[in-house]
């Protein structure tokens, strides 16, 4: 048996929106009209196969003061209250809602008492609690405040400690996954018999999501991996036009690392459970624009120098190189470096190039060749980037429902995480570019792995925040 909970309260509070953040499920109809959840429906936390946990979700109490009064005025065996009531109202229109809502509690779930905290306690309310007191099952109560304009948390905890075992402040807008731990911390408390199993509950729940950020690092490596080291070229002869080719190429290349990061984003979200919400974007967020802006950029706060160097990329001004089969020499994509700085920068071999074009020399199996990416702030945006997504998509609930017209405040201005790394951070980042992108002869073995490493504890920080 796993532990089962029945999500009930009063119409509207939020009970859907609970579970639906509890069990990452964004299928769960919310609604600001009061009476949508019209019969309880199991939600089974699943991990590995295995179920772990259940949810119930329940209609909300139509007729709390009648149902208090046959609660009240029942002598049978106590054990079998709610049954009781069940068996007598089953065909009964009047009470449908809460022979609905009470019959998880009656096959032996806990409850899981919803309020809004946003609005003051009423008589209902208080008749609602001692049904649930008087079904004898384990109870706690949360507090999900609908908006900050009012706050009667104060008032509802003094009415809760006459009638719960355990309460929280749980917003299901707000809740990430460090609130959901808690959530279920708080959960324990409810019974000691439960605190074994619940232990249990938690530690998959952590282990399941360690082992979604380890899939989640690998993830962003392969794709940093497969966007640094990406090239392309086009054979070339003495009639090529090759404005035009390096156009072609340019957003050949582009459209790739694009794709690439689109693909990731996917995959990210579909980790974390989301098929509903678009990410609303602010102005500041470097997400907000493409890839290869010259915002995006800007917005990781690059120096003038810096993005000079990064011009390369910028718009359209990526020039493409000339790869010299026959001479063997090849100019990645920031050999344009060389052109930002002036032209023919000896760094960069462009020199060369230039004596020979020249000179006239042309080799046989000449290419134009846009690639690898030899710009190593280009790691550092796809790592922001990267992370910039998983951050949105762990931090958003799965019971927060946007209106139409009101997108949610889903963003934060956080400009990039790689701005504060360490110096061995960095290094970390830096012998792993070399690698990727084949600028080094040394058997760096570990810059892999290293990287990997870092990339899974920044999540984990994430996580944690
Ligand atoms: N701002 C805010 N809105 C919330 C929160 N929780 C729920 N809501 C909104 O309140 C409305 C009711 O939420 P539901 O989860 O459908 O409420 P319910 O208790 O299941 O309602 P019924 O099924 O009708 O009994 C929806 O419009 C939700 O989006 C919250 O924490 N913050
Ligand atoms: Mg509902």
Redesign the pocket.
Known sequence: MIPEFAVI?H???????VVSTLTEDDQIK???V????TSSRNYTITIDGKEIIRFVDT??FQVPRQTLAWFKAFDGDQDKITQGFIDAFRNDPFYADECELLDPVASGAGVIY?VDGSRPVRDDDLAEMEILRLTGQPRMAII????EDKDYTRDWKLEFRKHFNSIRVF???TANFTERIKMLESLKAIDQEWEHVLSCVIQAFKQDWQKRNTQMSALIIHTIEKSLSFSISEPITASSDQEEIKERLNEKYQNHIKDLENKMFKQIRALFKHHLFEVHLSEYSILKHDLFSKQTWELLGLTKEQLAAAGAIIGGTMGAFIDTAAAGITFGIFTALGGVLGAGSALFGGKEITKKRRAGIRFGGDKLKLGPNKNLQFLYILIDRALIYYSHMINRPH?K?DLPGQPGNTDSKKKGYSTGFTASQRNVCANFFKVVTGRTFLKEKKAGPKFEELIESILNEISRE
Do not use: D, F, I, L
């Not at 999900?144 to 908006?147: M, P």
């Open positions: 309260g119409p509207n509070e939020g009970k859907s929106s919310v609604s600001p009061p009476g949508e959840t209609p909300g919803v999900n405040s609908k908006t917003n299901s807008n019971g429902r």
